[in-house]
């Protein structure tokens, strides 16, 4: 890479490869999910990962770019980690915090890669992709608090009782 472009680039080429593997890893996490609220908000997140992997496309295509052949290594260490720990829980509790947790360790990779993107794109002039790069973002930040407010609010609590 030579250029911020060339580097913007790489960034969305990676993001596409986020979506694509939690296209993948979503259902695994929502089958785990016990807890009736937690569940409907990780099939809502798989919905809006969908979402997000066309805006990608979207874009890709505005800007002459094949979105494929990025392979994000990161992610799929994400996803490992996280069917390793799955794996590991035996309580249907644990299990709900637990899938938060992993849950929330994806999220925040996502806010750090379309956060970078953002920046990318304005610097390079293409405001109007940053702006639905940062409908992405906004819906991402949305996700990670809707997690934060069932670990806070509940489900944590529920865990906590069993030891």
Do not use: W
């Not at 250029?3 to 296209?23: A, I, N, P, R």
């Not at 052949?69 to 309580?91: F, H, P, Q, V, Y």
């Amino acid at each position: 890479m030579k250029t911020m472009k060339d580097l913007f680039e790489h960034q969305l080429k990676d993001l596409y490869s986020v979506e694509t593997q939690l296209v993948k890893a979503l259902p695994v996490m929502v089958k785990k999910g016990n807890d009736s609220e937690l569940k409907q908000t990780l099939k809502n997140h798989l919905k809006e990962t969908k979402q997000h992997k066309s805006r990608l496309e979207t874009i890709c295509r505005e800007l002459n770019i094949a979105p494929k052949g990025e392979t994000c290594k990161a992610m799929a260490k994400l996803i490992k980690k996280t069917n390793r720990i799955i794996a590991k829980i035996e309580d249907d509790e644990v299990m709900d915090v637990g899938l938060i947790a992993e849950a929330q360790q994806i999220e925040h990779y996502e806010i750090s890669g379309y956060g970078s993107a953002i920046r990318y794109a304005k610097e390079l002039g293409y405001r109007n992709i940053a702006k639905r790069l940062q409908e992405t973002l906004d819906e991402e930040y949305e996700s990670d608090n809707k997690l934060n407010k069932l670990a806070e609010g509940r489900l944590n609590k529920k865990a906590i009782y069993l030891a």
